[in-house]
């Protein structure tokens, strides 16, 4: 089995062809951070509006209770 790289300048110079891999890993790594990134806020806004809904009907529960309590 023979190394695909004499040197880690041959390596990050990948045959002439630098540009365009570097780039492309580039921008794949771009995308996939954007899309963790964008999950996380995501799961994030839906965790706050969970939350809030729960808090919500607590309110009402209690608006509910009381109601009652006094009649």
Known sequence: ?????D?????WAM???AFYVWLAVTVTLLSLG????HTWW???ALLND????QARERRIRAAQSKKTGEV
């Open 50 to 53: 969970v939350r809030r809904q």
């Open 15 to 17: 045959g002439g062809y």
């Open 34 to 37: 954007a899309l963790v990134a």
């Open 42 to 44: 995501h799961q994030r």
């Open 7 to 11: 040197s880690w300048q041959a390596f």
């Open 1 to 5: 089995m023979s190394r695909a790289f």
